[in-house]
């Protein structure tokens, strides 16, 4: 350490007398029983026991450990492909795509929209036979999958129940997850197509296709998780994503489906964040509040109506350019904080990620963190083991009434859809973001290798490149589609479905039918396009 250095080392030892979680929670220096008086049976109970605030299953991970799921994808479905069977060889337990922009709004490779995007931040999928040189040689009823992607979910899961037909799969033995959460693509992440009411359709279309056909597919995963990238608090996080839960049932109820019928098959997505005690008591109060919207405003009777299942993946806001390193033990941090609250699913970002895609390298460091915490550490061998914990219980408490009173205004103004066109929620989030910004500018929020503990040495690691070449292979891999497939049929399934969207019928199937026949995700996406229109947002100053 240098001379100059020694007054800001010294300072760090002069800490502060008052500390606050990103949600405004006191800390007090020691918690006592009074802080966090239990109710066992109301707010505890055993854990696979309503609220669920210990957990969903009895045993948890004595039973068998969360899903070990690595979000990949880039360049092409073939390059895409080798990196899924590279990790499944590597222990990973469960698949989880990333769609390339154009895939996740609904363009196709060749569209001059998607011009200079194909395979830059996913993979390109445009057609069928995209999906099917994605899952090449890995057998569909053998693995999970969760596919991130929301505006066009219903069209990318016909796209995989296609590709499993294929492979002798039926849609009965299917697992996994389409994220479909269009909700808060409109409040923190932006890739929308459709205005709000077709796109609510789309969703419940989904939702009862799959209550039938898909049973052990979950329908929707309602996402925190890029509602806290943008700059949410942890309580913030719960509330809106419940209040968007909240909303999803209510569409479905209103679509004539019973709550019982389609909430087994809801699932839910949260970040990990950096302050440990609170992201844990986070997951704990996220279930509990959950357990009693489903069972006391919606009526639910059966108890896997109840359970909020989710899954968990570290925050890619904390990871930093500078040191990367670094970011190898803030992911393993958060990645423990999600195991003690008790994820169903988890992702582990790689330390370079802010840099650039994933190399294969920093992928699986990645995911031996997973396995050290699951094989090592020995935290996975008893359920919630940080319960009674006064200031994990008090944690949960103050989360979960936080939460609950930003969802009583959500109510106010009329659910969640109306606090999203109004702003509500929008500026919420906004003025937490600037809040962690100032702190951050300030000093009083230190970030490692980035405001203190900075370094001058130039740092080149390895990053992964995608080729740019591939857009056009992507373009003549469509041309050659377009060349070869019936395009009479093509017609005749474009205004079928023009006619059925125009309609209330179920668009699922027919889905099916048009990316069985060649149809490609572009033109389906056009076709409803001229039937929904496209979401524009309100923009104020």
């Known amino acids: 350490m240098s001379v100059a250095e020694a007054p800001k080392a010294k300072q760090q030892q002069e800490r502060k007398e008052q500390f606050d979680t990103s949600s405004g929670i006191e800390l007090k220096r020691a918690f006592r029983p009074e802080d966090a008086p239990i109710s066992y049976e109301q707010d505890l109970g055993d854990p696979g026991q309503y609220p669920f605030t210990r957990g969903v299953q009895p045993t948890m991970y004595r039973g068998r450990f969360w899903t070990m799921r690595q979000y990949a994808g880039y360049a092409t479905a073939e390059e895409s492909n080798a990196r899924y069977r590279f990790l ?11 769609f390339d922009l154009p895939t996740q709004i609904g363009y196709d490779a060749d569209d001059p929209m998607a011009l200079g995007e194909v395979g830059k931040v996913g993979v390109s999928i445009s057609s069928i036979h995209d999906m099917a040189r994605l899952f090449e040689a890995i057998p569909l009823d053998k693995v999970s999958t969760s596919m991130t992607i929301n505006a066009p979910a219903a069209i990318l899961l016909a796209m995989y129940i296609a590709v499993g037909k294929r492979q002798g799969v039926s849609e009965n033995q299917l697992r996994g997850t389409v994220q479909n959460d269009i909700l808060k693509e409109y409040i923190a992440r932006g890739t929308y197509i459709f205005p709000p009411t077709p796109s609510m359709r789309l969703i419940t279309d989904l939702f009862a296709y799959c209550k039938t056909n898909v049973p052990h597919w979950n329908t929707i995963s309602i996402s925190g998780y890029h509602i806290r990238e943008a700059g949410s608090t942890a309580a913030q996080e719960v509330a809106f994503t419940l209040a968007n839960g909240i909303a999803y049932v209510q569409a479905a109820i209103e679509a004539g489906l019973d709550v019982d019928d389609f909430a087994p098959q809801l699932s839910f997505f949260f970040n990990a964040h950096n302050q440990f005690l609170e992201e844990v008591a986070k997951f704990r109060a996220a279930r509990r509040l959950w357990a009693k919207i489903m069972r006391e405003r919606f009526g639910a009777t059966n108890p896997r109506s109840w359970q909020l299942k989710f899954h968990t993946q570290t925050g890619g806001s904390t990871l930093t350019a500078q040191q990367p390193e670094n970011n190898i033990v803030r992911v393993a941090l958060q990645a423990l904080a999600a195991v003690l609250g008790g994820t169903q699913s988890l992702h582990t970002n790689s330390m370079d990620e802010a840099l650039a895609l994933p190399t294969q390298n ?28 006064y200031a994990i219980e008090h944690l949960t408490d103050e989360i979960e009434k936080r939460a609950q009173d930003y969802i009583n205004r959500i109510d106010s103004f009329g659910g969640a859809l109306a606090a999203i066109e109004n702003g509500f929620v929008m500026r919420e989030i906004q003025d937490a973001a600037y809040r962690y910004l100032q702190a951050v500018e300030s000093g009083e929020q230190i970030i490692v290798g980035v405001n203190q503990f900075t370094s001058n040495e130039e740092r080149h690691p390895e990053l992964l490149r995608v080729d740019p070449a591939i857009e056009a292979a992507q373009r003549q891999k469509l041309a050659d589609l377009r060349a070869r497939r019936d395009n009479n049929k093509v017609a005749e399934l474009r205004g079928q479905l023009e006619t059925a969207a125009r309609g209330k019928d179920n668009l699922m199937p027919l889905f099916i039918t048009c990316v069985e026949n060649d149809m490609t995700l572009g033109e389906i996406c056009h076709t409803l396009r001229g039937v929904f229109g496209e979401y524009r947002p309100r923009v104020s100053i």
């Open 362 to 389: 920093a992928v699986q460091v990645a995911l031996r963190t997973q396995q050290i915490i699951a094989f090592e550490t020995g935290v996975a061998d008893t359920v919630d083991p940080l319960a009674g914990s």
């Open 88 to 98: 499944l060889e590597q222990g990973q337990t469960g698949l989880s795509v990333a």
